[in-house]
């Protein structure tokens, strides 16, 4: 690890910038399972991080604030390739990215899949047990249990078809974890509901495109 929490850095309402959560403070005794390693991120060109990103959204100006990188992310011994394309909002939503995923399928090519996330940057791939996993990172509004604002932690996988798929049943029950938001960021996992289960599993699954 090195002192980053899924997403990095949020902008917080109230603040310019709050503080990044420090991941040894808080996943160590919550998932002493997960020790992660980096997963051998590289970074792609200006000119390919522009040229998708004018493609894809016909935004010219955001390619400027965007990053590509590119990494094996399903382990299938290809290359493939990440960018991290932000709002440009403000407020909390100044920390607030898509994320997009190409991953080898095979003989078919690639598939492509799209994220919302916080404060993402390449550090948020990461090696597990020889697997790669991106940490993910969610602002949420109230649960059935808890009517106050929340980050949701989870870990996401790749299978060879080249599809993004959730990772938490890797880690038993310790994700999704969830704290409250604070502007002085802290961590304490809320008790969640079924139905909270599956609000975060429906706001957070990625869409094909």
């Known amino acids: 690890m090195n002192g980053k929490t ?7 309402i109230l603040s ?12 160590d005794p919550w998932a002493p399972g997960f020790k992660a390693g980096p ?7 200006r000119t390919s991080v522009s040229n998708y990103v004018c493609t894809a959204l016909g935004y010219e100006f955001r390619w400027r604030y965007s990053e590509g990188y590119a990494l094996d992310l399903n382990d299938d011994g290809t290359e ?13 939503n100044a920390s607030g990215y898509d994320v997009h995923f190409l991953v ?3 003989a078919k090519g690639r598939r492509k899949t799209v994220m919302e996330g916080y404060g993402v940057d390449k550090s948020d791939f990461v090696k597990v047990s020889c697997k790669t996993y991106f940490r993910h990172s969610q602002f949420f509004g109230h649960f059935e249990k808890s009517r106050h604002n929340h980050w949701v932690y989870q870990v ?15 880690f038993g029950k310790k994700f999704p974890a969830v704290t409250v938001y ?6 304490k996992q809320i008790e969640l509901t079924e139905g909270d289960l599956k609000k975060i599993a429906r706001e957070t699954k990625p869409a094909s495109r």
């Open 16 to 27: 310019i910038l709050a503080p990044a959560f420090d991941a040894s403070a808080w996943m």
């Open 156 to 170: 996401f996988s790749f299978d060879k078809s080249g599809a993004v798929k959730c990772g938490n049943a890797d």
């Open 39 to 45: 997963a051998g991120v590289k970074a792609l060109s």
């Open 80 to 92: 493939d390739q990440v960018f991290i394309i932000p709002w440009m909002g403000n407020g909390l």
């Open 104 to 106: 080898s399928n095979g």
């Open 6 to 12: 899924f997403g990095l850095a949020f902008v917080s």
């Open 182 to 187: 604070y502007i002085d960021p802290k961590f």
